[in-house]
């Protein structure tokens, strides 16, 4: 039962407000350099490239003052994944890291083979996940809704010259995201009332799924009766409100960007550039061969 | 001096809804009307008499099927003049969760100004003004759907004020918030009036109807009455046809004035009431107290059905958003009692009647009900205790399903795995009870159904469980004056003669006064008051201190008390403070009023 909480599961927007310079950042700004950070994230596949990227990661959090643990927590359901996805990589390697490679062995038992290889393939994969995990988080913590969308809409203002209705489509987008939290109340006291009259939503046994989705009609049906009722409402209020389309609307907020926006957005594209160098130069086996032959003179 | 041109001028207006293989609705049947500058209109009707379609001709959101309007001088028929007109007449709606566009109070309010189109100063300005007006500015930046449905409700007024219009439509803008908003909400619709704005209040509540200057009653789209609330409210007859009631305090007037000639019967406010009584109450002098013979309800004996201790329960816990619903709470309910939980919005009260549905698990306390403990043990068996208990959502018509109204009755019956015989017995048993004859409405199609149809049918929904214990939450909420009659009337019969235990959670005052006999007050999710109605009902400034209201008779009372007269501390509904207020009065002077007296009786 205490698992009829709806509200739970919608994170969207789960805006915590912190007084740090992440949170102030221009939003279209901070959307940019949130961008350029996941393109180094998804083309890095060392462990030099990781390492820093942890470290860019760990700064940004720090900056932001959000808490370490409740930003955490949300990985928790996406463990058993993570772990059955590094399972998987070491069982079936990719073709491409057969022993043409310097790939060394490891460890063996009978067909499972832990090479270098799949050993960086494992670590790396994983902390790429957990990177942009914890990236989108930070962004979502750090951003309201409102500052989202607006920053959306600054970003895809250049295309509104070349026809692209970006306007209108934050407007949807907006009222999407306004209406997340109230749908998901709705559903949950639709299923709280279908339940007080006995629908169970938790059997199992033959014919689950035709049970399942005749259970859901109860719910589909008014939801999407008030749904459509709500969105005619929604219609009238905003032609209430003398909305016409955006033609000659005014905009109430005009982003402004200071000296600490561009200076973020350079040290991401920095950041990008570097994390992408490393990778094709592959920094990696430079340093290995040095650790190799710093071991060797030790001995 | 040339007579001013009027803000709103209706001439024949005629609206037919065509629906697709529908038949068509003629909504408006030649209204004439006009709305001057600065007046304060309250338009008043039974559901369905046209008064939602009226409003919206008002700024051009329908256009007449026949007939004309000039809205400031602009025909609405004129598509150019629609941004001026609905800058200058603005509109506030019965629910606020369906006119809040943005993310943030702040930005909600920008959307209007935004569309006319003002600089961005302008609007800062605007957002500033509105939200200042309303009292919200201090709540600028947080998200709406944190916030109650009164304060979302002063965001929407502040969203349609930042249009700077001259006159400000609500339609049944009031029907959803406690006591509290209320009040604040009309005090601020008085305010604004004072400031010289033209409003216009679409409501189902008589006594807010009183504030107007000027009232306008609705009946099958047509204007039946056109003048002053008193004009209206004293003729008992009248409101009777339109299917309306007057304010419980006129009531109580006129009932007096029946048996009391020297008593104003023509009275539309307490105050007003009081004014009448003060020369004839102050001639009789003190009055001992008197006691009218209703006894107090024995503390009911045997097993209580409901038992709560030390209940704790948190929404969203563990994470940043959690938030304290219920803080221990303790309470009692015993077999056939009717109990009312009262509490401002927020308190709890839907949380708790949720706990008792056995819809939540309780995070610390216990719960037993029907004997069962629920709040421990997993291995109750959940869907008999279910079919035993049955609660009613706010607005349950919106969750109909069925195509037929007959099925959706039938839905509970059949989950408790019922044969079709006894399935249909049930049905046929809940909707008779429930004023909808099985005969005829079992084959009716649900989206057919009137409002309050809809809701009994909803009920019957719930009744055709047999539960031993009925939950409600805001039962009578939103319903128009003849609708709410019914049902109280109904749940009262549930009761009595049914023998079915009774909750509700309810912000309505004048509902408990009739129905419950014990009541428990909740504020920020713990009991502060509980006792039985009546002695709840005696401690009036505690309650008005929480944001709650007593019932208009005990109000009457209460300001009698408080200046020393007919000290009568048990009168709980309109016939119980009437017979008081009779037996403090000196008997009638003989004379002239004896015949007429005579002549009633």
Known sequence: MSQLEFLRYVTIGQYLGRDSIIHRLDPRFKLLAFTLIVVAVTFSSTYTANVLLVLMVALLLSLSKLPLGHTLRGLRPALPALALLALFQMLFPPQSFGPAQDCTVIWQWGFVTLTTCTLQLIVVSTARLVELFVLTSLLTFSTTTTELVHGTEGVLAPLQRIGFPAHELTLVVTIALRFVPTLALQMERLVKAQIARGADFGTSGPFRIIKATRRLLPLLVPLFLISLRRSEALIVAMDARGYTGGRQRTQRRRLHAGPTDYVALIAATGFCVAILWIDTISLDQVLIAWLDTFLASLK | ?601
């Open chain 2, 1 to 601: 001096m040339e007579p001013a041109q009027p803000l709103i001028e209706i001439q024949d207006l005629h609206h037919t809804y065509e629906g697709a293989g529908a038949e068509p609705v003629h909504a408006l049947r030649g209204v004439n009307l006009t709305i001057e500058d600065g007046e304060f209109v309250a338009i008043v009707g039974a559901n369905g008499s046209g008064k939602t379609t009226l409003a919206r001709h008002l700024n051009a959101l329908l256009l007449p099927t026949r007939g004309r309007i000039r809205v400031a001088g602009l025909d609405v028929h004129d598509r150019a003049a629609w941004p001026t007109i609905r800058s200058e007449v603005a509109m506030v709606f019965q629910r606020p969760e369906d006119q809040i566009v943005a993310t943030t109070v702040e930005d909600d309010v920008a959307f209007g100004p935004e569309n006319l189109g003002h600089a961005p100063q302008e609007i800062e300005r605007r957002i500033r003004r509105a939200l200042t007006t309303v009292g919200m500015w201090e709540q600028r930046q947080r998200p709406p759907h944190l916030l109650s449905v009164g304060q979302q409700q002063r965001v929407a007024i502040a969203g349609a004020l930042a249009m700077q219009p001259r006159c400000l439509v609500l339609d049944e803008a009031t029907a959803m918030l406690d006591p509290a908003g209320r009040r604040q909400m009309q005090a601020l619709l008085r305010g604004l009036h004072a400031d010289g704005m033209t409003v216009v209040l679409i409501t189902h509540w008589m006594s807010e109807a009183t504030l107007a200057e000027r009232i306008i009653a609705l009946q099958e789209g047509r204007v039946a009455h056109n003048g002053s609330p008193r004009s209206l409210f004293i003729d008992l007859d009248k409101l009777a046809s339109l299917g309306l009631e007057p304010p419980p305090v006129s009531l109580l007037a006129s009932k007096v004035a029946r048996h009391h000639p020297e008593v104003p019967g023509e009275v539309l406010t307490q105050d007003e009431l009081i004014d009448g009584l003060t020369p004839l109450l102050a001639d009789a002098g003190s009055h001992p107290p008197t006691t009218l013979s209703t006894p107090e309800p024995p503390d009911a004996g045997g097993q209580p059905l409901v038992v709560t201790r030390d209940l704790h329960h948190t929404y969203l816990a563990d994470t940043p958003l959690a938030a304290k619903a219920l803080n221990g709470v303790s309470a009692e309910v015993y077999r056939e009692d009717v109990v009312a939980l009262l509490g401002p919005t927020g308190s709890g009260k839907s949380t708790l009647l949720q706990h008792i549905a056995g819809l939540l698990e309780p995070h610390a306390g216990q719960m037993t009900v029907l004997g069962q403990d629920t709040s421990s043990s997993r291995e109750v068996d959940q869907r008999r205790l279910r079919g035993r208990i049955g609660i009613l959502f706010q607005r349950p018509e919106e969750q109909l399903f069925e195509t037929y109204v007959g099925d959706d009755v039938a839905f509970g019956p059949r989950q408790l795995g019922l044969d079709h015989q006894a399935v249909r017995e049930r049905v046929r048993w809940a909707m008779d009870l429930m004023g909808l004859p099985f005969q005829a409405y079992k084959d009716r199609f649900t989206q057919s159904l009137s409002g309050g149809e809809r809701r009994k049918a909803a009920l019957a929904g719930v009744l055709s469980l047999r539960p031993q214990l009925l939950l409600l939450d805001e039962p009578t909420a939103g319903l128009d004056p003849r609708s709410r009659r019914d049902l109280l009337a109904i749940l009262r019969h549930l009761n009595t003669a049914e023998g079915m235990t009774l909750i509700l959670a309810t912000h309505n005052m004048d509902d408990v006064a009739v129905l419950t006999e014990r009541v428990y007050v909740l504020n920020e999710g713990q009991v502060v008051m509980e006792g039985t109605t009546r002695r709840v009902f005696s401690r009036a400034a505690q309650l008005r201190a929480l944001g709650l209201d007593v019932p208009s008779a005990v109000s009457v009372m209460t300001a009698l008390h408080e200046r020393g007269w007919c000290r009568s501390e048990d009168a709980l509904t309109i016939d119980e403070a009437a017979a008081a207020i009779l037996s403090c009065l000196p008997p009638p002077r003989s004379g002239q009023n004896a015949v007429e007296d005579g002549g009633e009786a």
